[in-house]
């Protein structure tokens, strides 16, 4: 995995790049505003060249836009429905400036209208995005959600179902957050949990799907449906939980981004995280060996399904990033 962090962009954009490299970092993800806002001010060419060739001097390897909090590609609501639309086009303008590899959203919530309904406002949602920019080149990646309130696309089968609809693996994939998958039930942290992870992602969108990587721990616990992000090895996935993802080949070549918790420690912190997991890798592991992949048991249940009793929940303050 290419290991790197979200970095903030109030030194610049170029400033961004040489701050994540200067804590190790081999990928960067940035906003490109501010996330809590609906515009932004424009991305001044001069901005994005200065990026781009930041990147490029850097060697990084990997490059994501986060896109803003306010958009719900899913809202039963037309006026938000638009707006949202709108602002998402904005995003995607804005990362095709930057040249990154990425845009990284989340893929909505149904407020009420049912899985149904907010999944089919997705599908035709992003169908609309690719059709208005037919050339783009950045890939739009679905974040699976931690399950709360009506978020949707918590589980790999309605990342799939998105997926299937809009079927378009170059232009569309998804960013896999750790902390979120364990909210949302999936225990990772023995190689026999990691194997039916990855054995689900294989079985449903596929490991080619997964543009990215959000590598957060958890605060809260298994299944418990909330997006809190922890410290690598501080939380209640831990250590060994990331040793079979970082050490796994497969994604050798994908971008794993931290958005974990920097309190006052600035990206001291980040550069521990990025430590701690290379420390992890295990260099010998050429895809998942045996002992990761035991035999698929038919009775199992599919995926853990997200509790729908909970109504709503503030929204995480983790490492800039949800
Ligand atoms: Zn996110
Ligand atoms: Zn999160």
New binding site residues.
Partial sequence: MRLGAHIGIAGGLPEAVRQGKAIGCEAIQIFSKSPQMWEGPPVAPDAAAAFRAAVRAEGLLGTAVHHGYLINLGSPKAFMLRRSRRAFLDEIQRAELLGVDGLVFHPGAHLGSGTEAGLAKIVESVRGALEAVPEGKVRLLLENA?GQGTALCSTLEELQTVLGAVDSAARVGVTL?T??LFAAGWDFRTAEGYGQLVDRVEATIGSAAVGAF?L?DAKAPLGSHL?R?ENIGKGEIGREGFTSLVSDARWSSVPGYL?TPLDDHGYDRYAEDLTLLRSLVVPTRRGPPPALRPEPSRSDPSEPRPKSSRARASR?K?GGA?
């Fill in positions: 931690a957050d902390c979120h959000h957060n997006d992000h958005e995480p983790g949800a």
